[in-house]
């Protein structure tokens, strides 16, 4: 691919803040302090978790760079990173989340696979570039077309990472073509973050952004993209980012009763808190993220110190000092919530969190209840212990 260097090159690190926890090294994947997410509604680049399969690529020239866009259309085209400047750019401010966010937690009740990410695997940016459905009319395909004439129904996303899951292959993902047509969507083929032109981190020069979606289909550093008539074939689509019940093990795992995780269930956690706090008895400030997918919006967080016995309603907040309204046109609908309550306590104990999203969605009590065994989507509710001490703590 043009602009991209050879394998030898890759060990090249970017870098990268020290406060990151890296859960891995080759392929590198790390999470930020919990504290850092509650303190900021957008995410700094630098503290947004890094997610990996394989080594992270240099893309060395961005003016030979380009996206092939091939499949079941009429006029393939190579787009260049000039032809994607040149659309209107829009900035969507969405989070992106790990499948196995809380992973770590999943895994105390029984042994999960993947990479061990306590709960910061989730992360708020500003996302700039141009809309895929203004992309893909370039290539003759309106908006809010669901097929092809040549019978395509699906994009796929092809990386220029490499993957030992796809035997060396390219890390790729698949979303409905009328997904990808929908200006209301919001998919991106994103070059900002923040403001700030892409790093390598992040998918240099251009990557995928899916609102709503589960981080494994927002694919970074494109190659090219595929209009298909099925169901991306990749390893990540078709043997992994599923959610089995409890009852299923590595030894009678079917991966084709199974459709591909795509949005995101209802999450939140407390951030302003670790497992285990030494307090003084009396207010503790109880803050931190909610979220949910497809772009359904909180409606309710609520905290309790005696177990989920009684209850309390956090304030939530996107813009400082205003009281956030799911569904409002103000509010921005791929965009984590930020919540706070008071609570009293004056003995140890442990707080709980839960959330509920527009559409009457709850976070489920237990995590035996959706245990799987790769370890995605724990949403259960989200629980610290707190000690209370009167010493001088």
């Known amino acids: 691919m043009p602009g991209v260097t050879g394998p030898s090159d890759y060990s090249l690190e970017p870098p990268r803040h020290p406060s990151l926890k890296i859960n891995a090294k080759e392929p590198f994947n790390a999470e930020p302090p919990r504290s850092a997410l509650g303190a900021a509604y957008v995410t700094p680049v630098d503290l947004f978790y890094k997610r990996n399969h394989g080594p992270i690529p240099i893309v060395d020239d961005i003016h030979s760079y380009s996206v092939s866009i091939t499949g079941l259309i009429e006029n393939p085209k190579q787009v260049f990173f000039k032809d994607i400047m040149a659309l209107p750019k829009y900035n969507v401010t969405a989070t992106m989340q790990c499948a196995g966010n809380r992973r770590t937690a999943m895994s105390q009740t029984r042994t999960v696979k993947g990479v061990g990410w306590d709960v910061s695997a989730i992360g708020n940016a500003v996302w700039g570039g141009a809309k895929l459905a203004d992309v893909l009319e370039l290539v003759g395909i309106p908006k809010f077309t669901g097929a092809t004439k040549s019978g395509g129904k699906h994009v796929e996303f092809v990386s220029v990472d ?20 929908s200006p209301d969507a919001d998919v991106l083929l994103a070059y ?66 199974r459709r591909p995780q795509m949005d995101f269930p ?84 442990q707080i709980v969190a839960k959330a509920v999203d527009s559409a009457a969605n709850v976070q489920p009590e237990k995590v ?26």
């Open 192 to 257: 900002e973050m923040n403001g700030e032109t892409l790093n390598r981190d992040h998918g240099y020069p251009l990557r995928g952004i899916v609102p709503g979606v589960i981080g494994a289909r927002s694919v970074k550093w494109l190659d090219s993209i595929n209009v298909i008539a099925e169901e991306c074939q990749g390893f990540f689509m078709q043997k992994d980012y599923k959610m089995f019940p409890p009852s299923v093990n590595w030894d009678n795992i079917n991966w084709s009763t």
């Open 266 to 349: 209802v999450q939140c956690v407390i951030c302003s808190l670790e497992d285990v706090n030494a307090l003084k008895p009396g207010k503790v400030k109880v803050s931190g993220y909610a979220a949910s997918g497809g772009g359904r919006g909180i409606e309710r967080v609520d905290i309790s110190v005696d177990g989920g016995n009684t209850w309390v309603e956090a304030s939530r907040h996107q813009q400082p000092g205003i009281p956030y309204i799911a569904e409002s046109t103000c509010s921005d609908k791929w965009a984590w919530v930020l919540f706070e309550a008071m609570i009293d306590v004056q003995q140890s104990t």
């Open 162 to 181: 490499r993957c030992k899951e796809e035997n060396g292959g390219p890390y790729k993902a698949s979303i409905p073509l009328i997904q990808a047509t």
């Open 368 to 393: 035996e209840d959706i245990w799987n065994l790769r370890g995605i989507l724990n949403t259960s509710w989200h629980r610290v212990q707190v000690r209370v001490g009167h010493s001088n703590l």
